[in-house]
């Protein structure tokens, strides 16, 4: 097997206009001094999500991202999976928020979905791809499982976090301070993998 490519540069693309993604990205990137640069602040086009696969959208995503910009990009593709649903949303995640992002009209549906359902299992799942101009790829996957709740709770984060209690907590992501949720988060877990295997020498 082949050894992953370190990152030796100093700014990434993070390839997201997701604001909420783009500042947690950033904020896990910060301690390794890394710089960062948003792809809606390079002006890049979002491409459509043609994976069947959060690993396959995140390298898509990254790919598009790094040869438009001639520079190393990450980008992220996550999404909750819901066990009473067969996984869904799954990587339509954000689909369910409709043309607005409106994730308020999204959790809705996920109630509503699972009216006659007892079971309220879940997981977040998080993929995290670094790619470069040349064409390469580093991907890297991190989860969380939990429980559901409703109504929402909570006014942090974004997307559905304020529907989704980790396992081990009493709160939803919704009401955890961000530097907390990001300590525990799907996200969090992909990236100490990629911190590990492509970061490990940059300070």
């Not at 050894?3 to 540069?9: K, L, S």
């Not at 979002?46 to 690993?55: H, I, L, Q, V």
């Given at each position: 097997?082949?050894?992953?490519?370190?990152?030796?540069?100093?700014?990434?693309?993070?390839?997201?206009?997701?604001?909420?993604?783009?500042?947690?990205?950033?904020?896990?990137?910060?301690?390794?001094?890394?710089?960062?640069?948003?792809a809606?602040?390079?002006?890049?086009?979002?491409?459509?999500?043609?994976?069947?696969?959060?690993?396959?959208?995140a390298?898509?995503?990254a790919?598009?991202?790094?040869?438009?910009?001639?520079?190393?990009?990450?980008?992220?593709?996550?999404?909750?999976?819901?066990?009473?649903?067969?996984?869904?949303?799954?990587?339509?995640?954000?689909?369910?928020?409709?043309?607005?992002?409106?994730?308020?009209?999204?959790?809705?549906?996920?109630?509503?979905?699972?009216?006659?359902?007892?079971?309220?299992?879940?997981?977040?799942?998080?993929?995290?791809?670094?790619?470069?101009?040349?064409?390469?790829?580093?991907?890297?996957?991190?989860?969380?499982?939990?429980?559901?709740?409703?109504?929402?709770?909570?006014?942090?984060?974004?997307?559905?976090?304020?529907?989704?209690?980790?396992?081990?907590?009493?709160?939803?992501?919704?009401?955890?301070?961000?530097?907390?949720?990001?300590?525990?988060?799907?996200?969090?877990?992909?990236?100490?993998?990629?911190?590990?295997?492509?970061?490990?020498?940059?300070?």
């Open positions: 097997m082949a050894e992953p490519r370190r990152f030796t540069g100093k700014t990434l693309v993070v390839a997201t206009h997701n604001p909420g993604k783009r500042r947690e990205i950033a904020g896990l990137l910060a301690p390794y001094g890394i710089d960062t640069v948003g809606a602040e390079l002006n890049l086009a979002e491409p459509d999500e043609t994976g069947a696969s959060f690993a396959e959208n390298a898509l995503k790919l598009t991202a790094a040869k438009a910009a001639g520079l190393p990009a990450l980008a992220d593709d996550s999404g909750l999976a819901v066990n009473a649903l067969g996984g869904a949303p799954g990587i339509y995640s954000a689909r369910w928020a409709g043309p607005k992002k409106d994730f308020s009209l999204a959790m809705k549906r996920v109630e509503r979905e699972l009216a006659g359902f007892d079971e309220r299992r879940a997981k977040f799942v998080a993929a995290l791809a670094l790619a470069w101009p040349d064409g390469h790829v580093e991907g890297f996957l991190g989860e969380v499982e939990g429980t559901l709740v409703f109504p929402p709770r909570g006014s942090f984060g974004f997307g559905y976090d304020p529907i989704f209690v980790p396992d081990g907590e009493t709160r939803t992501f919704g009401e955890m301070d961000p530097a907390e949720k990001e300590r525990i988060s799907h996200r969090a877990r992909a990236f100490t993998r990629l911190a590990a295997a492509c970061f490990g020498g940059v300070r």
